[in-house]
């Protein structure tokens, strides 16, 4: 899945930049969002006519693909219509945004098919997980660290807000 990623940093630059980076930054955005559903669909078609890795999909007996497996990888694909729609219609954060969907689908439609397994056939999510101590020491440390995690990001989006112009500089609109 990284044409996926790519894709993605593409909708970022569509956003973040202007002029001749911006132009290329569409071209590059609809090559690899085409190589994004290419290599999703053959994904799936593998695993599919694959019989021995049926649970990546919600199916260990081969008995078809599990329901709410099929609903994310819809749900990826109207998200990525609607990318592919946006850079052609010059939208400035949707094709961003609708990359990000269609992300975020993929990933819940694999994750959501493979629960409760972690290591697929035999590691479940309560086997794998850690002691209750450790949990408790867990929720402290990140409990602390994400709100100025959460500051930081904030701190730097809004100095870094706008577009880039071909000049250099910034349009913090």
């Known amino acids: ?37 290419a290599s999703l669909v053959l994904t799936i078609a593998y695993i599919v006519s ?8 919600g199916r260990p007996s081969g008995g078809g693909l599990a329901l709410g497996f099929v609903a994310w ?18 939208g400035q954060g949707r094709p961003f945004f609708w990359c990000a969907v269609m992300l975020a689908c993929v990933f819940l ?32 440390v990140v409990g602390t660290l994400l709100p100025v995690l959460l500051l930081y990001n904030a701190y730097q989006y809004r100095v870094f807000r706008g577009k880039v112009t071909p000049g250099g500089a910034s349009d913090p609109s």
């Open 109 to 140: 439609g694999f994750g959501t098919s493979l629960y409760p397994l972690v290591l697929p056939p035999s590691l479940t999510a309560t086997q794998a997980a850690s002691p209750p101590e450790m949990l408790r020491i867990m929720l402290a």
């Open 1 to 37: 899945m990284s044409c996926l990623y790519v894709t993605l940093a593409a909708g970022w630059l569509v956003l973040k930049t202007g002029g001749n980076v911006e132009a290329a930054a569409r071209r590059s955005g609809l090559r690899w969002g085409l190589a994004t559903l």
């Open 73 to 90: 990888i819809v749900a990826a694909v109207v998200a990525a219509i609607l990318f592919f729609r946006a850079l052609a219609t010059g």
């Open 50 to 57: 694959s019989g021995h890795i049926g649970y990546l999909v």
